[in-house]
């Protein structure tokens, strides 16, 4: 609870301060979608990095064939 005085009068005007039933209703929908927005964005960074992650792996496979595991490193 916080208590204030206006300027223009002698009594204090007493304000709750903190989170009421309404605010948490409004908040918590809130949190669900945007941990719902961060998990579509990790998995859409997840579908579009994953291939390029596996094209470089075989690009550095030393054999003309795909081999899994690589069986060494080459530039070629």
Do not use: E, H
Request: aromatic share 10%.
């Amino acid at each position: 609870m916080r208590i204030s005085t206006s300027s223009g009068t002698a009594s204090p005007i007493v304000r709750q301060s903190g989170v009421t039933a309404a605010t948490k209703s409004a908040v918590a929908p809130w949190r669900w979608g945007r941990a719902l927005y961060l998990a579509v964005n990790i998995a859409v960074l997840i579908f579009l990095l994953a291939p390029i992650a596996i094209v470089v792996v075989f690009a550095l496979n030393p054999t003309p064939f795909i081999q899994f595991p690589p069986v060494g490193i080459s530039l070629r």
